[in-house]
């Protein structure tokens, strides 16, 4: 089968074994709030907070350290190319409750240990939600200072942790800056906590590390649950910031209105940024947060990753579905990634651009329908094979995990 689809590819000028040897050298990076619901180890027993929700109750979720580094091994394990694990604050390992601001590298050690073992990198995210100080939806722009600078001691913290990983597993660790600051009605005052955004994060970034352990980025957001008429850490306030300061901007595809094309963001900033960062996710009428399918966004998304360079984008999954299986959830949209980015390397892109610039619409048009019906999944069957992950019976091992496993869970 994959013999014949080589040829078929062949035919339309595409070389198959290269677009699955470029695939696999694309890294990925897994989220591991998938798999518990952005709880986390502080057994604080603060609920999820911050205009962010994972909705549902499906049995099984990992509750401590033993169980979630399990489920990971076994969702990597069903998983084709090149994995990264994206941690957040919260995920740290002590025997005693740590605060947020006292957080310290050697808490992620056995993160460390469990990247090495997987053959994985690591990235890194301070949480500035689900805890007291941030309950009023105010974090880094806060008008108490007192609360500001807690947060900027805790992101500074973070970023001593995403250096120190970056140092020992020897590639650039991602730390990713989100904060939900925002505001339920209409301000009556939209520059003040911008402007004690911007002071906050310069104060932050004041502190510089060498960019061979960390890479820093912003990611900016539309609104929140409770949060909905204002957003500090805006759009423009975040792109702004970081052709400025020269941070990386990271776009999640749920942090837009519904009908633009976050796809068609991506050829735009490459052209002013070195590298871009992005949070993949499926936003349903909102941001939802549902796990990735192979739609037309995710497709799209891909496509311009992999025709404007992939190695300049930094790709992260970042969902939370609790109403299904996890484990499915989880790595089915990360397969469903990797499937839109094996699709768009199997494109003739450069026939594409002669096409567009020689003004032939009509055939531009027929030849990228004709493309979406070549024997694809004959290619991602062999994919999978190669790179050692199973194919389409990935969700019986799903079934008997959850047997044997998840679904013994009780609480
Ligand atoms: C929230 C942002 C953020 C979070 C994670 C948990 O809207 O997307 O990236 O999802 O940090
Ligand atoms: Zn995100």
Redesign the pocket.
């Given at each position: 089968m994959y013999n014949e689809a080589q040829k078929r590819y062949r035919e339309a000028g595409v070389d198959t074994e290269e677009a699955m040897k470029k695939c696999a050298s694309i890294p990925v990076a897994l989220?591991c709030?998938q798999g518990d619901d952005?709880t986390g180890f502080e057994n604080s027993g603060e609920a999820l907070s911050g205009g962010?929700q994972a909705t549902g109750n499906y049995p099984g979720k990992a509750r401590n350290p033993a169980e979630l580094m399990a489920d990971l091994d076994f969702t990597f394990s069903l998983i084709p190319g090149k994995k990264r694990l994206n941690l957040?604050a919260v995920y740290g390992v002590s025997s005693s409750p740590v605060e947020r601001d006292r957080i310290l590298p050697e808490h992620f050690d056995p993160w460390l240990e469990w990247a090495k073992k997987n053959n994985a990198g690591i990235d890194f995210?301070p949480t500035l939600f689900s805890h007291p100080k941030a309950a009023d939806g105010l974090t880094l722009s806060h008008p108490d200072k007192d609360i500001r600078n807690f947060w900027i001691r805790h992101v500074n913290a973070s970023r001593k942790i995403s250096a120190y990983i970056g140092e020992k597993q020897g590639n650039p660790c991602l730390d990713?800056i989100?904060i939900p600051d925002g505001l339920k009605d209409i301000p009556g005052d939209r520059s003040g906590p911008r402007r004690r955004l911007m002071e906050s994060l310069d104060e932050i970034f004041a502190k510089k590390y060498d960019s061979k352990y960390i890479a820093d980025s912003v990611?900016s957001?539309l609104f929140?649950i409770g949060l909905e008429s204002y957003t500090v850490g805006s759009h423009e306030f975040y792109i702004a910031y970081a052709a400025k300061r020269g941070i990386i901007p990271l776009l999640?595809n749920?942090?837009f209105h519904p009908t633009e094309n976050v796809s068609d963001k991506v050829s735009a900033l490459l052209l002013f940024f070195d590298r871009l960062a992005l949070?993949v996710t499926r936003n349903v009428h909102w941001?939802s947060?549902h796990s990735v399918r192979l739609d037309d966004a995710a497709r799209d998304l891909a496509r311009e990753i992999v025709f404007n360079g992939a190695e300049r984008c930094l790709i992260g999954l970042?969902y939370f579905d609790a109403s299904i299986n996890r484990i499915a959830a989880w790595a089915g949209g990360a397969r469903n990634f990797q499937k839109a980015l094996l699709e768009a390397l199997l494109l003739p892109q450069d026939e594409f651009k002669t096409l567009q610039d020689s003004g032939n619409y009509t055939k531009l048009l027929v030849l990228q329908e004709e493309f979406k019906i070549l024997p694809f999944g004959d290619v991602w069957e062999e994919y999978c094979r190669r790179e050692k992950a199973p194919g389409a019976e990935w969700f019986d091992k799903v079934t008997v995990y959850e047997q044997e496993i998840t679904g013994k869970r009780k609480g």
């Open positions: 989220h709030w952005v962010i957040h995210n990713n989100w990611e957001k929140g999640d749920g942090h949070h941001d947060d970042d």
